[in-house]
């Protein structure tokens, strides 16, 4: 996944602007709960991309979103 289609994907589930993410963003600071991560989860399988669980829980920041998304799978 492209680092701006990840962003883009972040604030559709946050509902907030793409603009306001970078990767260093902290993700709970963005209100990132379960419910995003099960948003987030979907919407990668419907990319086919697939994200064990406990990388995903262990995710702390866009950058490790995004880490997630770039490793073949």
């Known amino acids: 996944m492209e680092q701006t289609e990840l962003m883009t994907l972040v604030a559709e589930i946050l509902e907030i602007d793409a603009a ?3 990767l260093d963003n902290d993700l ?3 209100d990132w709960d379960s419910l995003s991560r099960l948003s987030f989860v979907a919407e990668l399988d419907d990319r086919g991309i ?3 669980p406990d990388d995903l829980a262990q ?3 866009v950058a490790d979103l995004f880490a997630l998304t770039s490793i073949d799978r």
Do not use: K, P
């Open 20 to 22: 306001g993410i970078g």
């Open 28 to 30: 709970e600071g963005l």
């Open 50 to 52: 697939s994200v064990s």
């Open 59 to 61: 995710a702390r920041t």
